[in-house]
């Protein structure tokens, strides 16, 4: 975009001055305002269309910016522009030249900010792709050490009068539900299992598992996030919340930090 715009919209646009004349009696002058637009275009691309961004005082700043160009535009726009063949220009008339100096100038802070804003936005949502990205890399690639630890792990459950034999690898979190545990499963039906969540616990190898409610049990590993109240596991949607009396038991993990 600001190689179309520099090379081939910007000094088309220069056409709309007596390019002619200029060229023949003042061809600095128009080198000069040439010079100042593409500074505008780049102070409005790289500044101000990132300003707009960041809510209301961004766009002040960008109001206050733009009026200090529009008042250097206004003083060079009045300039006495004379040409030998034209003994009628006057100085204050509004002449061609002006009227082309103002045309200019609203197309080239327009693009420029609306260049600037989407470049902004764009390059802020592909960081936060990036980091995106790399938290969910890191978080498989802890969650996978982890898995491979308890992957040949089971504990054993009484359900329906039969033993159940349940791998540790796909318990999400167990439930306690009155006299009974829950256990839920990646992509297989809940176990139900008439035994006390404190002897579920003591079935589970020390350091895998962690109490974080008298009423939830969940694996290290699968901790996305978590705070002194709530924990995140990956792959449940829902948070669990975290007892006053397990606090330090979330305290002791290390997968995330604490908000």
Known sequence: MDIIFCILVLPGMMFLFPIGEWA?????????????????????????GAQLLKGAKGILTVLGVLFLVAAITFLMSWSRVDFPRDADTVSGRMEMHQRAMWVLLVADVTIGLLVGMYSTR??????KKEVTAALDNARSSLFKRSFDAVADEEIQLKSDYRTVHVPLSAIQYIESRNNY?????????DIVSQIALKKVMELLPE???????RSYIVPVWRIESKSLTQVQLMGVKEPLPVGRAFKDSIRGTSNDEES
């Open 122 to 127: 764009i390059q802020e949502l592909a960081e």
């Open 24 to 48: 023949q009696w003042h061809p600095g002058y128009i080198l000069g305002y040439a010079g100042w637009l593409y500074g505008v275009y780049f102070l409005c691309r790289e500044v101000l």
């Open 207 to 213: 350091g895998k598992f962690i109490r974080i409610h």
């Open 181 to 189: 545990s829950c256990v839920h499963l990646d992509h297989q039906e």
